[in-house]
Nanobody, 125 residues
Framework: QVQLVESGGGLVQAGGSLRLSCAASGGTFSNYAMAWFRQAPGKEREFVAF????????NYLDSVQGRFTISRDNAKNTLYLQMNSLKPEDTAVYYCAASRYLSVPRTLSSDFDYWGQGTQVIVSS
């Protein structure tokens, strides 16, 4: 059992950068594969990025590849999403998610057992 709390969202101009954090508690963080998802108003939740337990395997939504970087600090029980070159279409509520049982990268929300409350990102044009 793990609790997740996102932070770091806000308002930023197009082309700017933002770093999101996800603080985990209540479990052994290094045992969990982690991911970021996002959901824009009126749209389905969308996979953004995945990172495995030791941080050596990552994968990304094609539209954020090269702009976003997912990372983790297991000593701090924290997941990060560094977002650069932000675009208005990146506007969404961003959620972190955890799975204790994944052994390969997955991109479906149903693959993840635990979710944070979300943090809002707004990118202005």
């Amino acid at each position: 059992q793990v609790q997740l709390v996102e932070s770091g969202g806000g308002l930023v101009q197009a082309g700017g950068s933002l770093r999101l954090s996800c603080a985990a508690s209540g479990g052994t963080f290094s045992n969990y594969a982690m991911a970021w998802f996002r959901q824009a108003p009126g749209k389905e939740r969308e996979f953004v990025a995945f990172i495995n337990r030791n941080g050596y395997t990552t994968n990304y939504l094609d539209s954020v590849q090269g702009r976003f970087t997912i990372s983790r600090d297991n000593a701090k029980n924290t997941l990060y999403l560094q977002m650069n070159s932000l675009k208005p279409e990146d506007t969404a509520v961003y959620y972190c998610a955890a799975s204790r049982y994944l052994s390969v990268p997955r991109t479906l929300s149903s693959d993840f057992d635990y979710w944070g409350q979300g943090t809002q990102v707004i990118v202005s044009s």
